[in-house]
Structure formats: structure tokens, C-alpha cells
């Protein structure tokens, strides 16, 4: 799927595209080098999603399960679990929701885990879904999330470095 949509948007024939892989395991072209690129995948049960941009982007997508939530006093800053604890009925569905667009920032910035999860927060009693603060202290560099709802069982989020998350989702058959 990658290696198509990289092809019809580049115009480059899909047998060429190369991928590399960081040693934070985000893939990226290898070849063609192509400026202004960049796309980033993530697959959970039924979903693979594939996002690409112009500008440093990551996407996540979970299905939603039950969990034990004390990962959640491991991974989230305060003020994420203060809003997990502020609506029980919703607490996995809530946790999730603050895991993908933790996910998908670490993506972008192609740290994966490697960056502490505690080091930036997302505000999200201030949320909707095309407007989420986003606070980390030593972050220079703009980005914006969005929350998608795409199945009632799924979670998906994008980070968009300097741009506008996209307000379309195109879905794709696999053959």
C-alpha cells in the first residue's frame, strides 16, 4: 500500500521506491530521495493507515481494549491522567485517545519510545478535534493533532509538523 500511494503521488514506478529504516525503526525513502516528503504507517486489528505530507508527520491507530491502566501513571503526564480520572465510564476509551496522539508525536519526531512520554502532555479539557493543546517545554517547532473517528472501536491520531491535519480520510481497498 505504501509503495503504491509513494509511487501514483511521486511518479516514480513502485519497483523503484527503497525504503530505509532509522534506528528507531521509522521507515523513510531511500530511494528516490524527494524533497519536502515525508509519511509515516501504523496498523492495529482490522486498520492500516498511511499518512504523507510535505512536512514531518506521524499517524497512529489502536483498537480499543481492555488495558491495565497503571501504564497509564508510567506514560502520561499528570494533567493526562487527571483527565483520564475525570470520566470513568470513558477511562479506556480516554486513555487510548491520549495514547495515539502521544504515538503518533513520537512518530513524527522519530524517536519512537526513546523520548519520555512524561516530557510533553496533551491538555485535552481543552480539546476538540481540530484543536488540541499541545505542551512541551523545550519544543521549538509547531505541530499540530487531530483525533480521527473513523470505527467506534478504534482510536486513530495524526501529528502534522507546521500544517493543518487533514480534514479528509481517503479509505482504500486491499486486494
Known amino acids: 500500500?505504501?509503495?503504491?500511494?509513494?509511487?501514483?503521488?511521486?511518479?516514480?514506478?513502485?519497483?523503484?521506491?527503497?525504503?530505509?529504516?532509522d534506528k528507531y525503526g521509522?521507515?523513510?525513502?531511500?530511494?528516490?530521495?524527494?524533497?519536502?516528503?515525508d509519511f509515516n504507517i501504523s496498523h492495529s486489528g482490522d486498520y492500516v493507515v498511511l499518512v504523507i505530507s510535505n512536512k514531518r508527520v506521524g499517524i497512529d491507530i489502536e483498537r480499543?481494549?481492555?488495558?491495565?491502566?497503571?501504564?497509564?501513571?508510567?506514560?502520561?503526564?499528570?494533567?493526562?491522567?487527571?483527565?483520564?480520572?475525570?470520566?470513568?465510564?470513558?477511562?479506556?476509551?480516554?486513555?487510548?485517545?491520549?495514547?495515539?496522539?502521544k504515538e503518533s508525536f513520537i512518530k513524527a519526531i522519530g524517536q519512537g519510545l526513546s523520548c519520555p512520554l512524561k516530557d510533553f502532555y496533551f491538555d485535552l479539557f481543552k480539546i476538540n478535534e481540530v484543536n488540541i493543546n499541545f505542551v512541551k517545554s523545550s519544543e521549538d517547532i509547531y505541530w499540530n493533532f487531530r483525533n480521527y473517528n473513523i470505527d467506534p472501536d478504534y482510536k486513530l491520531a495524526v501529528c502534522a509538523e507546521k500544517i493543518t491535519a487533514y480534514d479528509e480520510i481517503k479509505f482504500f481497498r486491499l486486494l
Open 64 to 101: 480499543i481494549k481492555p488495558i491495565d491502566l497503571s501504564i497509564a501513571e508510567e506514560c502520561f503526564h499528570d494533567r493526562e491522567i487527571e483527565y483520564l480520572n475525570s470520566d470513568p465510564e470513558n477511562k479506556i476509551e480516554n486513555f487510548y485517545k491520549i495514547w495515539t496522539l
Open 1 to 21: 500500500m505504501t509503495r503504491q500511494k509513494i509511487s501514483e503521488i511521486a511518479g516514480v514506478e513502485a519497483e523503484k521506491i527503497v525504503f530505509r529504516i
Open 26 to 37: 521509522r521507515p523513510s525513502l531511500n530511494y528516490p530521495k524527494i524533497k519536502n516528503f
